[in-house]
């Protein structure tokens, strides 16, 4: 059974800090790129970073650069987002993400797997 497990959430005032943590089990883990998703009251979830199979490329929304960096442990099947600088803008649930594409017959195939989510809140 293959389940995604983030923590690391919480309240937190503007300008701080906070380290999400994503634990997966059930899948070969260095096998899928990792990525963090957030989805905001009334909003559609939106893609926050991602970050490779062997963690050698990551990508980030362009409004988290400079503040937020993931990063990954495959011998801990570990995921993790540090988030600088937070901002009341930056207050989401979010959602790890694990994603595998591979050839079946000569098409591409994809199949993926999400967490529960975790809340963070910025707030004074």
């Known amino acids: 059974q293959v389940q995604l497990v983030e923590s690391g959430g919480g309240l937190v005032q503007p300008g701080g800090s906070l380290r999400l943590s994503c634990q997966a089990s059930?899948?070969?883990?260095?096998?899928?790129?990792m990525s963090w998703y957030r989805q905001a009251p009334g909003k559609e979830r939106e893609l926050v970073a991602n970050?490779?199979?062997?963690?050698?490329?990551?990508n980030y929304v362009d409004s988290v650069k400079g503040r937020f960096t993931i990063s990954r442990d495959n011998a801990k099947n570990m995921m993790y987002l540090q988030m600088n600088s937070l901002k009341p803008e930056d207050t989401a649930v979010y959602y790890c993400?694990?994603?595998?594409?591979?050839?079946?017959?000569?098409?591409?195939?994809?199949?993926?797997?999400w967490g529960q989510g975790t809340q963070v809140t910025v707030s004074s």
């Open positions: 993400n694990a994603k595998r594409s591979y050839i079946n017959f000569g098409f591409r195939r994809s199949v993926e797997y």
């Open positions: 059930g899948i070969t883990f260095s096998m899928y790129a």
């Open positions: 970050i490779s199979s062997n963690a050698g490329t990551t």
